[in-house]
């Protein structure tokens, strides 16, 4: 089945700094990779959206400078939060999708952020 | 923009009942529905799909029916587990995009 990695786990980073995390599609090829943050109390809000041949497309309150992605292959995809504080703490979901025509979305565990 | 509602923010059941998590949308296109499930400190998990108007689909012994006249989406099992205690996510997107619209989550906590 699909399987989609992330790492780190878990992060702590203290305010005003940045942070990294990675998302792997392993055994399959993804068209489009979506970035999630779930916060406390909230469900999952869409961060930005990267499909194949199209620019990323970001959510409205989110933005590349503050969220900067990158999506070299149809395997990998990586987020930066840049200057995190409290307000960015949350689980950082990557979901992926197999192909054009489908529709569901497969998760990673996510990237848990902590910010001191 | 689409939207999704989940009524119930927590439901406490007992082993061995039935329980249903409503689930409805709203779209300007045609939907495609799902279910997911994530259990504590796990990915969220695929449980159903649909995009066909009126059918039944099954998983796990997890059913839901789509229908579109209500615009709704009701996750059903016939007989709970202790294992089904988690969060369970209603989904939709359409056929005009990509981008996946969450419920807000109903938790089930199964008791003994």
């Known amino acids: 089945g699909a399987l989609v990695y992330q790492y780190p786990r878990r992060t702590i980073c203290k305010s005003g700094t940045s942070m990294r995390m990675e998302c792997q599609a392993v055994g399959f090829q993804a068209t489009s990779v979506a970035w999630y943050r779930q916060s406390p109390q909230k469900t999952f809000e869409l961060i930005a959206l990267?499909?194949?041949?199209?620019?990323?497309?970001?959510e409205q309150n989110f933005t590349q400078e503050k969220f900067p992605i990158s999506h070299p292959n149809l395997s990998f995809s990586s987020m930066t939060v840049l200057n995190a504080y409290l307000e960015d703490r949350g689980l950082y979901l990557c979901g992926a999708r197999l192909g054009l025509g489908v529709r569901e979305q497969y998760f990673g565990p996510g990237t848990r952020l902590t910010v001191l | 923009g689409d939207s999704v509602t989940q009524t119930e923010g927590l439901v406490t059941l007992t082993k061995g009942l039935p329980v249903m998590l409503n689930c409805t949308y709203q779209?300007?296109?045609?939907?495609?529905l799902f279910w997911y499930v994530q259990h504590l400190n796990e990915a969220p998990k695929l449980l159903l799909k649909?995009?066909?108007?009126?059918k039944r689909t099954e998983h796990q012994g997890f059913y839901a029916t789509l229908h579109k006249s209500s615009s709704s989406f009701h996750l059903q099992k016939s007989s709970v587990q202790l294992s089904d205690s988690a969060l369970y996510f209603c989904?939709?997107?359409?056929?005009?995009?990509?981008?996946?619209?969450f419920g807000i989550g109903t938790r089930v906590l199964v008791r003994p």
């Open positions: 990267s499909t194949v041949n199209s620019a990323i497309k970001y």
């Open positions: 649909s995009s066909t108007d009126n």
């Open positions: 989904a939709l997107t359409n056929s005009a995009g990509n981008k996946l619209t």
């Open positions: 779209t300007t296109y045609s939907p495609f």
